[in-house]
C-alpha cells in the first residue's frame, strides 16, 4: 500500500504542476498581451519572429538612409534654383546695359554687382550639409571649387572634386547617387568650334582646342611676325602668318587653342568663345571684366560682345535646369520608393504583431477552464490520497 500510495503522490504531484504551468504561461500572456514570451514557447513561430524583427530593422535603416538623402537632393536643388536667379538676374541687367539705360559708371557698378553674384555663385557651389560638400561627386570631404584671385578678384575657378559619383544602397539592389558631380551641373560638355569675336583676322584652326567657355587672345608684334597668347602674354607664340592651325597653350591651365594665323591683319585683343563648353564661373568673370573694360573696347563693340554674352548666358540656364529638373525627378522616384518601404516595412510590424499578440478574450476564457480544471484535480488528489485500508478492502 505503501509503494501503491507514492506512486499515486507522484502522478498527483506531476499532473498538478503541468496544471500550474499551463496557468502561469496563460497568467503571463494575459499580462503581457504577448503569447509568446520566450523562445521555447513556440520555437518555430519564434523564429519567424526574429526574421521580421531583422526585417524591419533593415527597412528601417534604408528609411533612414533615404530620408536624408531626399533632404540633400532638396537642399542641392535649392541651391541651383537660387543659381538659375542669380543668372536670370545677371540677363536683365545685361538688357538694360544694352539698351542704354546705363552710362560708364553705371556699368562699373553694375560689374561690381556681377562680382558680388560670382562670390555667391563660389559659395553656393561649396555649400556643405552635415560636413559633406554637395557638389564634390564622390569627394565629400574637401570644397570641390578652388578660386584664383588678382587683387583680391575671382580671376579663375576650378574644379578639383570627383567626376565620379557617391552610391547609397536605399533598397535591396537599388542605389541612387546622392552628390552631385559639381563639373557636370555647373559646365558644359558639347564642345564646338572656336569663334574669334575680334577684329585681328585670327580664326579657328584644324585642331581640337581643348580652351573651355571664354578665352581672351593676344595678338603682339607686326606684319610677318606676330605674337599669340592666350594667357595674358605669360607665354606668346610666333608666327610669320602662314600657320594654319598654330597650338596656342595656356602656362597657367594647359589649355591649348589651334589657331590659323593666315588671315591676321591687326594686334589687340579680343574674346574667343567656344560654345557648348562654358562654366557659369568663366562665364561671369568676363561679363564682368567686360563691364569694367580694362582692355578699352570702343562702345559699339563693347555692346557686341556683351550682346554676344547672351548665348552662355542661355547654355548656362538650360543646363541648370536640367539639372534641377533631374533632381525632381529623382526625388519622386525616392518618393515613390519611401512609399514602398514603408508599405514592407508596416507588414512587417502587422505580421509580427499577429504571430506575437495574445488573444486575450481566447486567453481569459482558458485560464477559467484551467481554473475549474486545477480545483477538479485538486479534489481528485486529496480523494486519492486520503484513501484508507478499508477502501481497499472495499
Known amino acids: 500500500m505503501g509503494g501503491t500510495l507514492g506512486n499515486i503522490y507522484n502522478n498527483v504531484s506531476f499532473a498538478m504542476g503541468l496544471h500550474t504551468d499551463a496557468l502561469a504561461r496563460l497568467q503571463e500572456q494575459a499580462s503581457s498581451g504577448a503569447r509568446i514570451n ?3 514557447d513556440d520555437p518555430s513561430t ?17 528609411l533612414d538612409n533615404l530620408s536624408e538623402v531626399v533632404s540633400r537632393l532638396e537642399h542641392s536643388s535649392s541651391i541651383i534654383g537660387n543659381i ?14 544694352i539698351n542704354g539705360i546705363y552710362n560708364e559708371d553705371g556699368r562699373r557698378i553694375l560689374a561690381q554687382g556681377i562680382n558680388d553674384t560670382l562670390e555667391q555663385v563660389v559659395l553656393l557651389a561649396n555649400t556643405e550639409r552635415l560636413d559633406q560638400y554637395l557638389f564634390g561627386g564622390s569627394n565629400t570631404t574637401s570644397a570641390p571649387y578652388v578660386v584664383e584671385r588678382t587683387d583680391g578678384k575671382i580671376t579663375g575657378v576650378t574644379y578639383q572634386g570627383s567626376f565620379d559619383g557617391r552610391n547609397i544602397e536605399l533598397a535591396p539592389g537599388i542605389q541612387v547617387d546622392a552628390f552631385c558631380v559639381g563639373d557636370n551641373v555647373f559646365s558644359s560638355d558639347r564642345r564646338s568650334d572656336p569663334v574669334f569675336q575680334g577684329d585681328t583676322g585670327a580664326s ?42 598654330l597650338a596656342v597653350t595656356n602656362s597657367t591651365t594647359g589649355e591649348v587653342l589651334y589657331v590659323d594665323t593666315t588671315n591676321i591683319n591687326s594686334t589687340g585683343i579680343e574674346l574667343v568663345a567656344v560654345s557648348g563648353i562654358h562654366d557659369i564661373f568663366n562665364t561671369l568673370i568676363t561679363i564682368r571684366d567686360l563691364l569694367e573694360n580694362e582692355n578699352g573696347f570702343p562702345e559699339t563693340e563693347l555692346l557686341e560682345l556683351l550682346r554676344n554674352s547672351f548665348g552662355s548666358l542661355d547654355e548656362i540656364n538650360n543646363l541648370l535646369v536640367q539639372n534641377q529638373v ?9 518618393g515613390n520608393l519611401e512609399d514602398s518601404l514603408k508599405n514592407l516595412k508596416y507588414d512587417a510590424e502587422d505580421e509580427t504583431t499577429r504571430l506575437q499578440e495574445a488573444d486575450i478574450a481566447q486567453v481569459a476564457i482558458d485560464i477559467s477552464r484551467r481554473e475549474v480544471l486545477y480545483e477538479m484535480s485538486l479534489s481528485v488528489a486529496a480523494r486519492l490520497m486520503s484513501m484508507s485500508l478499508l477502501d481497499f478492502l472495499e
Open 38 to 40: 520566450r523562445v521555447s
Open 46 to 62: 519564434s523564429f519567424r519572429i526574429l526574421g521580421l524583427n531583422s526585417e524591419e530593422r533593415y527597412l528601417g535603416n534604408y
Open 84 to 97: 538659375i536667379s542669380n543668372v536670370v538676374e545677371t540677363k536683365t541687367r545685361l538688357t538694360q546695359i
Open 204 to 245: 579657328a584652326g584644324t585642331g581640337t582646342s581643348s580652351v573651355r567657355g571664354y578665352t581672351w587672345l593676344t595678338v603682339t608684334g607686326s606684319a610677318g611676325s606676330y605674337d599669340i597668347s592666350i594667357d595674358g602674354g605669360l607665354t606668346t607664340f610666333n608666327t610669320d602668318g602662314t600657320d594654319t592651325n
Open 326 to 334: 533631374s533632381i525632381g525627378t529623382k526625388i519622386g522616384f525616392l
